[in-house]
């Protein structure tokens, strides 16, 4: 069978012959129909995730480990549990059946394929604790899945919601999809803050991270108030490092300005119920989940592509 293979640490997965997956007991065998291509996917290829190490020990291997594929008899199954050097971009996978879920009528596989980046944005509700009518930041709103959270809040009920970004018609576009207001990363640090402060409003509820680095390090300084009074708490969800994975914070970031920062793992518990909810929102045509398709085929072009604006890449068979 084909699939896409990788043979050294940042390499460009190239569509080769492997062998056909070994059915071990309690696996089942699938035919693949739909595999994203997340951000995470380049960094462990890249060797740069801290979850890297076990895909660059047994290079050559194939990349991404959960997709959309079909049984035997035809069901749409969600599927995940893949260890490499197996991976999820292949013409069929064996998985382990505690792996698989169904996937619900309505929901395209190219689109339940990218399921998981609005999910992931309900991390403001399930880590973050939003409520209806608080204010939402989201930090890094111009890729996929910063596009969606900005959704997700409005849906949420949030009364107000401010995304930041690095590219001013990606922040156009932002507007379009529910944000009151946006702040350009790219100006220096003193004009960065000032933004924060000025477009907080009675304050962030709730804050959004897929950046990191340097623009939550700005927020950090933005939050801290001019006097004893005690503000409102900030619910910081760190859930990306897409602007860098360290940060500098000061000790009165966190002693005076009520800042709270959980990652977004925090309260997984209600992830199901989560992921119920995106489900009934995308089926219902109140969330949608922009994606390009491109077959397995070309996975060289399609990896290396760069142009796809606020659009994921699912990887479809061919």
């Known amino acids: 069978m084909k699939a896409a293979v990788v043979d050294r640490r940042g390499g460009v997965p190239e569509y080769l012959d492997v062998p056909e997956p070994e059915v071990n007991d309690g696996e089942v065998l699938l035919t693949v129909a739909a595999v994203a291509v997340e951000n995470v996917d380049r960094a462990i290829v890249a ?4 979850t890297a190490a076990g895909f660059q020990e047994v290079l050559p291997a194939v990349p991404c480990f ?10 749409v199954v969600g599927f995940g ?3 490499p050097p197996r991976g999820a971009l292949a013409e069929r996978v064996a998985v382990p059946a505690a792996h698989t879920v169904p996937i619900p009528d309505g929901v395209e596989p190219p689109v339940a394929a990218a399921l998981s980046s609005a999910i992931s944005a309900m991390c403001m509700q399930t880590a973050g604790g939003l409520s209806a009518g608080e204010t939402v930041l989201v930090q890094g709103a111009t890729g996929v899945a910063g596009r ?4 997700v809040a409005r849906l949420l009920g949030a009364k107000r919601v401010v995304a930041t970004g690095r590219d001013q018609a990606a922040l156009e576009e932002v507007v379009a999809l529910g944000a009151d207001a946006v702040i350009d990363t790219t100006v220096d640090d003193e004009r960065l803050v000032r933004a924060f402060r000025e477009h907080a409003g009675d304050g ?12 939550a390090e700005m927020l950090t300084r933005a939050l801290v108030p001019d006097s004893f009074a005690m503000p409102k708490s900030t619910r910081l969800v760190q859930i990306g490092e897409s602007a860098g994975p360290d940060l500098r914070l000061a000790a009165d970031a966190l002693r005076t300005s009520g800042l709270e920062v959980y990652g977004a793992a925090r309260n997984a518990v209600a992830m199901p119920a989560a992921h119920q909810q995106v489900v009934e929102w995308v089926r219902s045509g109140a969330l949608t989940i922009p994606v390009t398709t491109m077959p397995l085929s070309r996975i060289a072009q399609a990896w290396t592509r760069t142009d796809l604006r606020g659009r994921r890449l699912v990887i479809v068979k061919g």
């Open 148 to 151: 969606l959270a900005v959704q």
């Open 66 to 75: 959960d997709g959309i594929g079909r049984l035997p008899d035809g069901t």
């Open 204 to 215: 962030y509820d709730v804050v959004v991270d897929y950046l990191w680095g340097r623009p």
């Open 47 to 50: 060797g740069t995730h801290y």
């Open 81 to 83: 549990g893949l260890r």
